[in-house]
C-alpha cells in the first residue's frame, strides 16, 4: 500500500502529525482553555468529541 502526504494549510509538512484534544468536550469553558494551551506549544490541530452516549444519563435511560 503506497500512501499519499496530506498537506495542511498552516500545518508544517513534517510527520508524524499530532492532533490532540480532550476525548469528550465537557463545556466551551473546557474547550477553550484547552484550544489555548495547545497553541501555546504549538500544535495546529485539534479535536474534541462532543457527545459520549455511554456518559449521557439522559441517553442511556433510553431502552432499544
Known amino acids: ?5 496530506i498537506l495542511l494549510p498552516g500545518v508544517e509538512a513534517k510527520r ?5 484534544g480532550p ?3 465537557e463545556t466551551e469553558e473546557q474547550v477553550m482553555d484547552t484550544a489555548k ?3 501555546a ?3 495546529k490541530i485539534y479535536r ?17
Open 23 to 25: 476525548c469528550s468536550a
Open 48 to 64: 474534541a468529541g462532543i457527545w459520549k452516549p455511554r456518559t449521557n444519563r439522559e441517553v442511556s435511560k433510553v431502552s432499544v
Open 41 to 43: 506549544k504549538g500544535q
Open 1 to 5: 500500500m503506497e500512501l499519499e502526504s
Open 37 to 39: 494551551q495547545l497553541a
Open 16 to 20: 508524524p502529525i499530532v492532533i490532540a
